[in-house]
Nanobody, 125 residues
C-alpha cells in the first residue's frame, strides 16, 4: 500500500530554516504530483506547495511564496520542502500528500489521495 513518511520537523527560532522530507513507498513515485499541506492549531488544513510529476512545475501559497521551495528526487522517491525565513505563523503540523497517478497537479487539498502522518514545525518568536 502507499505510505508517505515525513521527517525534519522541529523547533526553530523566527528567521531560521528547516528542511522537511517525505519518503514515499508503494507507488510509482515519478508519476505522482506531490504537495505539502499544513494545519495550525484550531485551523483548517491549508495548501502550502505542490510539484507536478513530469516537468516538475511548482506552485505555492501566497503566504510562503519566496520563502519556501518544494522539490523532488524521483530516484529516492522523496519530496522536500525547504523553509526559510520562518515566522511564528508557520507553526503547524506539515503533511505530505500524493495525487493519483499521472493526474495534473492541483492546489486544492481535496485533490490529493494519500497522506502522511505529519511532522510538527514550531517557530518561536
Amino acid at each position: 500500500q502507499v505510505q508517505l513518511v515525513e521527517s525534519g520537523g522541529g523547533l526553530v527560532q523566527a528567521g531560521g530554516s528547516l528542511r522537511l522530507s517525505c519518503a514515499a513507498s508503494g507507488l510509482t513515485f515519478s508519476n505522482y504530483a506531490m504537495a505539502w499541506v499544513r494545519q495550525a492549531p484550531g485551523k483548517e488544513r491549508e495548501f502550502v506547495a505542490a510539484i507536478s510529476w513530469g516537468v516538475r512545475s511548482t506552485y505555492y501559497a501566497d503566504s510562503v511564496k519566496g520563502r519556501f521551495s518544494i522539490s523532488r528526487d524521483n530516484a529516492k522517491k522523496t519530496v522536500y520542502l525547504e523553509m526559510n525565513s520562518l515566522k511564528p505563523e508557520d507553526t503547524a503540523v506539515y503533511y505530505c500528500a500524493a495525487r493519483g497517478s499521472r493526474l495534473p497537479v492541483v492546489t486544492t487539498i481535496s485533490g490529493y489521495d494519500y497522506w502522511g502522518q505529519g511532522t510538527q514545525v514550531t517557530v518561536s518568536s
